[in-house]
């Protein structure tokens, strides 16, 4: 009777240690850091077409990366280059301080300085106050207070 | 010369005796000590020019600084697309475009670039398939991206170094270098008068305005013209203009001794 009940009280400790070390697992896993975060997204491959080697389409760089949820990471000194999905060069280049990258969704937001080079570095854009970057549709809304340059060789139509 | 001399010293000054003290103008940096400030310049050089060749395009706005381009200053958001591509600013746009000495104020500022696909429909090129075969994918690359037009919208105001315009729309064609400015009424104001009309239409090159279409005027002209590069024949044949030449001051009689 006694070993009976030892036996049940010691199942019943690791089951409780089990339980523990999983959730303590689970909040670890949130709380992690990492330094040189890379993410990589991909061109969705065309139908039809054969032996196609997807295109890289985003790379989000960081200095420091801190998962705070299971989709919501936290990069510090963000860098971002998306990439045409042919033909050689970058569509934009956007660098932060700070930046917000939800991976479920694809977004990545900040409320820090945002500087965007595009097209060769013909068009310069610095904002203050945040930006949001859809990453499936590469489209960039750059929060207020944005000072632009746009160069003479874009203007003029010359090739940079 | 030479202007050294030896010192006369006794008992423990004697040491001393034999040191020369030269002139200050004879102190010359050795060649160890200049061959060091060589070593050190050139390291200095060298490191300078490898910690600023970042690698390009780097997204530093100091280089813009210096430009002669367009400067575009807005206080709402940005949106920049890829997929299209376009840049539009929204709310109290103003725009300095240093090349024309030109100063713009709107409300809505849309920039369209060209693509690839674009600019060889317009040379009558073929347009390069990739591998998919589509066309307007393979040109979808802005990597040269160069700008198509610009839409100004909402209380567009145009100055130039001696000419103002205000209107509802402006329109910029890459192709001819023009912005053209329509609306219900656009004025044009300068030295030589005001005018108003309905279409003006700005030589980005030369930075001069002309008015076209139906246009009137109010205020001193030159002989021959309306004071906008418009000839008074080409304003009389709109429907409702007033006529310039009986407006404009008369041309001066020549005078006789």
Known sequence: MKTRSFQWGR?????????????????????????NFTFLEYYEPEAGVKSQT???????????????????????????????????GTNLIAQSPE?????????????????????????????????????????????NRVRTVIQDAALKGKKP | MNLSMNTVGRGSCRAHASRKITA?????????????????????????TTTNAAPAPSASTNSASTTNGMLIVCDDGVIFSNSIPLLVFTSNV????????TYMECDRLTLTFQTNATRLARTNKAPVLDASG??????????????????AEGRVMIITKDQQVL???????????????????????????VGLGTRVVFDRANGVFRGEGPFTFDGLAKPGTNGFGLSPGRAASGKNTNSPAKKSSPPAAPLRK
């Open chain 1, 11 to 35: 199942w019943l400790t690791v089951a409780v240690l089990l339980a523990v070390a999983m959730v303590a697992r689970a909040q670890l896993s949130q709380r992690i850091k990492g330094k």
């Open chain 1, 54 to 88: 997807n295109r890289i389409k985003n790379i989000l760089r960081g200095a420091e990366g801190q998962s705070l949820t299971a989709d919501l990471i936290r990069i510090r000194q963000m860098r971002l280059e998306n990439y045409p999905p042919a033909g050689p």
């Open chain 1, 99 to 143: 930046a917000w990258f939800d991976k479920e969704a694809g977004v990545i937001t900040s409320t820090t300085r945002l500087d965007l080079v595009t097209s060769g570095g013909q068009i310069v854009m610095r904002g203050e106050s945040g930006f949001l970057y859809l990453m499936e549709k590469s489209a960039l809304i750059v929060s």
């Open chain 2, 24 to 48: 200050p103008q004879e102190r010359r940096p050795t060649r160890f000590v200049r061959g060091l400030f060589l070593a050190l310049a050139a390291w200095l050089c060298l490191f300078a």
């Open chain 2, 94 to 101: 103003r725009v300095l475009d240093r090349q024309s000495d």
């Open chain 2, 134 to 151: 589509l066309a307007g994918i393979a040109g979808s690359t802005n990597a040269n991206t160069r700008l198509d037009t610009i839409l």
């Open chain 2, 167 to 193: 209107g509802d729309r402006a329109v910029y064609l890459a192709t001819n270098d023009v912005m053209i400015v329509t609306g219900e009424q656009v004025i044009l104001a300068s030295e030589q008068g």
